[in-house]
C-alpha cells in the first residue's frame, strides 16, 4: 500500500470517529494517530530495527498526525453544516 494511500485512510477514519465539538475531534484524531503509530512502532520492531528507525517513526507520526487532525477538523467542520 502506497504512503498516500495509508494517510488518506487515516483522514477518512478520522472523518468517521470525529464529533461535532472541534475540541473532542482534535482528541479523538490525536488518539487515532497514538494508536496508529503504536501499531507501527509494533511492526517495525518485529521486523527488527534499523539504522533509520527513529527516523521512519518520527516521519510516519507526522505524517499520521497531520492526516488524523486533518480529517478530524474536516468531520468536526461536516457535521456542523450538516446540523445548521
Do not use: C, Y
Request: charge should be positive; glycine fraction near 10%; aromatic fraction near 2%.
Amino acid at each position: 500500500m502506497k504512503p498516500r494511500t495509508r494517510a488518506l485512510l487515516i483522514l477518512a477514519a478520522a472523518v468517521i470517529v470525529s464529533a461535532a465539538d472541534q475540541r473532542e475531534a482534535l482528541v479523538r484524531s490525536i488518539s487515532l494517530a497514538a494508536g496508529a503509530v503504536a501499531a507501527m512502532v509494533v511492526v517495525l520492531v518485529s521486523v527488527g530495527p534499523g539504522t533509520l528507525f527513529p527516523i521512519a517513526l518520527g516521519i510516519g507520526a507526522i505524517v499520521l498526525a497531520a492526516a488524523s487532525v486533518a480529517g478530524g477538523l474536516a468531520g468536526s467542520a461536516l457535521r456542523r453544516v450538516i446540523k445548521s
